[in-house]
């Protein structure tokens, strides 16, 4: 059993004990259209959109607003659920770890500052809020973002994991130099107790200043590494008395794997690929495939390409759930706030510059040539899709200069440095310049972005949903489904989101949570929040 999830609050800690459990809402929906049973909340949801067609003659466009009628189902029972942590004993599965346990027992610590107590700050599921409605006085009533549907809460999580490094979690933490040492004390005695299960380690596909770590290393062939592999998400399972496992990771970026017809292109050549021990299939590779065929979600927090076409297509053909790329965590989430306010104010980038240096074990992975290709391509295409959106700005084909450089420097460990430069065009050809500096700490941002990762996919395996086109027709006769294998509403926490073949990249910061809120409101049958507040417009 995981010693995480089995530690209970001390007596006298218990005041201070973050509060929150699984499973908990805010409110209750008073509408014919939702029905709450014993075991799940039913809604009926009519999807308002926008059907676009142009005259091939004239040219001219012709909008019509059309109607989907949706139902979904939303399993109230949680139950008991384990996250596994690719790369447990680096500086966020440390950090992550060691977090969770502190709001667990309510351990403060002290600083310079005085006493601090311990919270989720930085979770938007747990310390971010929403929108519900107005109340009799028309005033804007607030509810906690995890309490609009029943989540899971970190404070019941088991935590498990693999590492190439045999370090235990206490110790790891220390080496991290991430949190205040007042709090390492008072958490280490649990941690040390935490030891990472071997991992896989294939020397192609991380730097080569690596490899002094990899001293816990699962031998054999990859299709035995495979199976090793779902017998530790079964055996985990089994020992914690899990109902559901969901595998991150958050290990080492590995180099870009080539994606190449016959090896890893198909869910049979990626089984195949793996069975003859090619060299293309990475080690988060292996770590998808066994997490799908062990019907566990699976989510890359690293910028590589580990969700390669043949992946995705086996997901989908076993109905798992997988997600991606890359915690985006500092830099380019302010990056996919700026960029969306520069053009939807009528302002054209120009050149984006992005420079950060920074000292952790990640940075000094990144320093070769090859994983930082893998980083340079999450981070350069976070601007996309805003850029696509306002022809009147670029035409076909034009794109801001973007260029993005990392650099590792030890002294300033976790404390990553980031200088951003945007240069635009404003009215009548003049130039706009705005600079920012960032200090990012990056576990304590990345850390809470694993905790939103995991409850916003452990509550999509616990949904499902039934559709007709005909608004007035009812769905009852239709199956229930569950939702896309590609968790794409998960894409306000990463840098480079992975969708579905054929469906939109969207990278805007507002509108990528607009989208998971709207989602968690329609799974209890509210309309989408929208900022029109027509009752203090439309009024005499």
């Known amino acids: 059993m995981s010693p995480i999830n089995n530690i209970t609050a001390a007596a006298d800690n218990a005041a201070a004990a973050v509060t929150g459990s699984s499973g908990q809402t805010a409110f209750k929906v008073e509408s014919p259209y939702v029905r709450y049973g014993d075991n799940a909340i039913e809604s009926d949801y009519m999807y308002d959109t926008t059907i676009v067609s142009r005259d091939a003659a004239s040219g001219k466009l012709s909008a019509k607003p059309t109607k989907v009628h949706y139902q979904f189902q939303t399993s109230t029972k949680v139950g008991r659920v384990g996250l596994m942590l690719v790369g447990w004993g680096g500086n966020n599965g440390s950090t992550v770890s060691a977090s969770i346990l502190a709001n667990k027992k309510g351990i403060s610590w002290e600083t310079r500052r005085g006493t601090q107590q311990p919270n989720y700050f930085g979770s938007v599921m747990l310390a971010s809020t929403v929108k519900l409605g107005v109340d009799a006085n028309l005033k804007d009533v607030y509810v906690p973002f995890n309490e609009v549907v029943p989540m899971v809460h970190p404070n019941d999580v088991v935590i498990g994991g693999w590492d190439i490094n045999s370090m235990n979690i206490g110790d790891a933490m220390r080496r991290a130099q991430v949190l205040p040492v007042d709090l390492q004390r008072k958490v280490y005695d649990d941690l040390k107790t935490l030891k990472p299960l071997p991992s896989v380690y294939f020397p192609d596909f991380i730097a080569a200043n690596q490899e002094e770590r990899a001293d816990n290393i699962i031998g054999g062939t990859k299709q035995e590494q495979l199976e090793h592999l779902r017998?530790?998400?079964r055996d985990f399972k089994q020992a914690n008395g899990l109902d559901r496992v969901i595998v991150m990771w958050t290990a080492n970026t590995e180099r870009y794997a080539d994606?190449?017809?016959g090896v890893n292109d198909t869910a049979d050549n990626v089984l195949r690929a793996i069975e003859a021990g090619h060299g293309e299939i990475a080690p988060s590779t292996l770590f998808a495939v066994a997490s799908i065929l062990e019907d566990a979600p699976f989510i890359n927090g690293s910028p590589q390409n580990t969700l390669v076409p043949g992946v995705i297509a086996l997901a989908e053909r076993e109905g798992a759930f997988v997600g991606g790329d890359d915690f985006k965590s500092g830099q380019t989430k302010i990056k996919s706030v700026l960029a969306e306010f520069l053009v939807n104010a009528g302002i054209k980038p120009l050149a984006i510059t992005s420079y950060n240096h920074l000292g952790n074990n990640?940075?000094?992975?990144l320093s070769a040539p090859a994983q930082f290709r893998s980083k340079e391509i999450s981070k350069s295409s976070v601007v996309d899709d805003m850029v696509g959106a306002n022809s009147?700005?670029?035409k076909k084909g034009e794109h801001p200069d973007h260029t993005i450089v990392i650099k590792y420097v030890p002294s300033v460990?976790?404390?990553?440095?980031?200088?951003?430069?945007?240069?635009?065009?404003?009215?009548m050809g003049g130039l706009n310049t705005i600079s920012v500096y960032n200090t990012c700490e990056d576990s304590l941002l990345a850390s809470p972005?694993?905790?939103?990762?995991?409850?916003v996919t452990e509550l999509?395996?616990?949904?499902?949903y039934r559709l007709t086109p005909d608004a007035a027709a009812a769905a009852d006769s239709q199956k229930w489904l569950p939702f896309h294998s590609v968790l794409s509403i998960l894409s306000y926490m990463l840098k480079a989101p992975v969708v579905a073949p054929g469906t939109p990249v969207v990278n805007a910061l507002a509108k990528q949570r607009m989208a998971m809120e709207n989602i968690l409101r329609a799974f209890v049958g509210l309309p989408p929040n929208n900022e029109m507040l027509l009752e203090h417009k439309a009024f005499h």
């Open 413 to 427: 460990g976790d404390s990553k440095r980031a200088l951003d430069e945007y240069v635009s065009e404003i009215f």
């Open 392 to 394: 009147l700005l670029y």
């Open 231 to 233: 017998r530790d998400i």
């Open 259 to 261: 994606v190449l017809a």
């Open 460 to 464: 999509m395996t616990r949904v499902k």
């Open 362 to 365: 990640d940075g000094r992975n």
């Open 449 to 455: 972005l694993i905790i939103d990762l995991f409850m």
